[in-house]
């Protein structure tokens, strides 16, 4: 079964929903770059300040900056020994040569979904500061049971800065400008790339991301 694992879509394909869902059948550490920007922005730090004003226009964070946050995670004792699991990294052509000399990846699932979906994912989707479960106010499986809290440890639930319909726009923008190079350069590596449909109920594109995943 793969250990390295590249989760690469567009925003709000999912990635961090099927993120959870590998979690509990492998012990892999989920590594999700915009969590960990999104912490730092959250507790002021120096990458924090600088990445706040990129995330907030759509833009990528510098290459620099994120090859670093995720070089160090990587590089702990949990992620060498369970695995890893990226998502939302790499998103750009560097980034993926950055990655390839530091660790060699089993499999890039790329979850394949369009546009015209993805617009309300992002407007209805709430989040959990405190255990980061996701959650979809439009959608009956992923809302919450009580309005507004997490079912899990009741706290308010918040949405991000960057979910909203100007913003949205400029990332999902960003994202074709980039995604190509990244699948082109994944592609090039025979069974490298695995798809799956983003656009089937939860439970299917569960199914279909373990079959893909061996
Ligand atoms: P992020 O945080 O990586 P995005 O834009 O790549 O942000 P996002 O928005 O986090 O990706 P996702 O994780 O793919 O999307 O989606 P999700 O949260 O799991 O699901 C979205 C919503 O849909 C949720 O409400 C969920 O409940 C619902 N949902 C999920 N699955 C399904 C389904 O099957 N069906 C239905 N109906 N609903 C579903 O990056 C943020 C910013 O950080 C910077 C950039 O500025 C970026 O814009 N950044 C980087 N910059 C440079 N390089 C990098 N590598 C960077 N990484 C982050
Ligand atoms: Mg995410």
Not at 87 to 100: C, H, I, S, Y
Request: hydrophobic share 35%.
């Amino acid at each position: 079964m793969a250990r390295s694992i590249v989760l690469f879509g567009a925003p709000g394909a999912g990635k961090g929903t099927l993120a959870e869902k590998i979690k509990k059948i492998m012990p892999v550490v989920h590594v999700s770059t915009g969590d960990l920007l999104r912490e730092n922005v959250r507790s002021g730090t120096d990458v924090g300040k600088k990445a706040k004003e990129f995330m907030d226009q759509g833009k990528l964070v510098p290459d620099d900056i994120v090859i670093a946050m995720v070089k160090e995670r990587i590089s702990k004792d949990d992620a060498k020994k369970n695995g890893f699991m990226l998502d939302g990294f790499p998103r750009t052509l560097e980034q993926a040569q950055a990655l390839d000399k530091v660790a060699k990846m089993d499999a890039v699932v790329v979850i394949d979904i369009k546009k015209e979906d993805l617009k309300k994912r992002i407007l209805g989707r709430r989040s959990c500061p405190t255990c980061g479960k996701i959650y979809n106010i439009y959608n009956e499986q992923l809302m919450p049971k009580k309005a507004g809290f997490c079912n899990d440890d009741n706290t308010p639930l918040i949405q991000r800065d960057d979910d909203n319909e100007v913003t949205f726009e400029k990332r999902w923008n960003t994202y074709l400008g980039q995604s190509d190079g990244v699948i082109n350069y994944y592609s090039k590596m025979p069974g490298m790339v695995r798809h799956v449909d983003g656009t089937r109920t939860m439970a299917i594109t569960e199914a279909e991301l373990k079959k893909v995943l061996g």
